[in-house]
């Protein structure tokens, strides 16, 4: 692909988000996307992707592209698990509050059903964390618990922000990821002063 083509394809994936994040999925024409584009003719679109769904995937692909790249730089600068965990629960926060177009067009086109998802996808995208929380009872650090299931509470209290930027727009995203944060900490370490089952 050409340098032009693959900042044309940037382009119409940018203009997706904020028609989505604007007007809603339902309401993302190609007609919508190219006006907000600022491109000729809906026939650009169609060059560049083979139909709603391509377009959809490709957003949705570089949406959460751009989550996994800013948040495994954050938890590759830290050392030892527990500061990786912080450091995940952080990230994630801090890119969901700073991209809250990006986040809502990504939650609008997965529960309009328009990418193919399975438990095998969800399960390949929580392996990372699952492998961090298993490290982490290895090294000492964590006590004894179930890592997949720990591993979707965190992963479901970071998916659940979107929902709750949606209803509180004005909400502390950091006092959120600091509460987030000491919730799992105290919920993960190892203290000979607690006693768990």
Not at 48 to 53: P, R, V
Not at 145 to 170: I, K, N, S, T
Request: with cysteine.
């Amino acid at each position: 692909m050409t340098v032009t083509g693959a900042a044309r394809r940037t382009q119409i994936i940018d203009a997706t988000i904020a028609v989505i994040a604007e007007q809603g999925y339902d309401r993302a024409s190609f007609a919508r996307i190219a006006e907000r584009a600022g491109i000729s003719s809906t026939r650009l679109i169609s060059y560049h992707f083979a139909g709603k769904a391509d377009l959809m995937g490709a957003v949705a692909a570089e949406v959460i592209g751009a989550v996994s790249g800013w948040t495994g730089r954050a938890v590759h600068a830290e050392s030892g698990a527990a500061a990786q965990l912080r450091a995940y629960i952080e990230a994630t926060v801090q890119f969901i509050s700073d991209n809250r177009a990006s986040m809502k067009a990504l939650t609008d086109i997965l529960l309009a059903g328009a990418l193919e998802y399975s438990t095998d996808d969800d399960a390949e995208a929580g392996a990372p964390l699952v492998e961090m929380l298993r490290r982490g009872q290895a090294t000492g650090e964590f006590r004894s618990f179930d890592p997949v299931v720990m591993a979707a509470a965190v992963q479901r209290c970071v998916d659940g922000l979107p929902f709750l930027l949606e209803r509180e727009p004005q909400l502390d995203c950091a006092a959120y990821a600091r509460e987030l944060a000491m919730l799992f900490e105290l919920g993960t370490r190892s203290d000979p002063q607690i006693s768990h089952p």
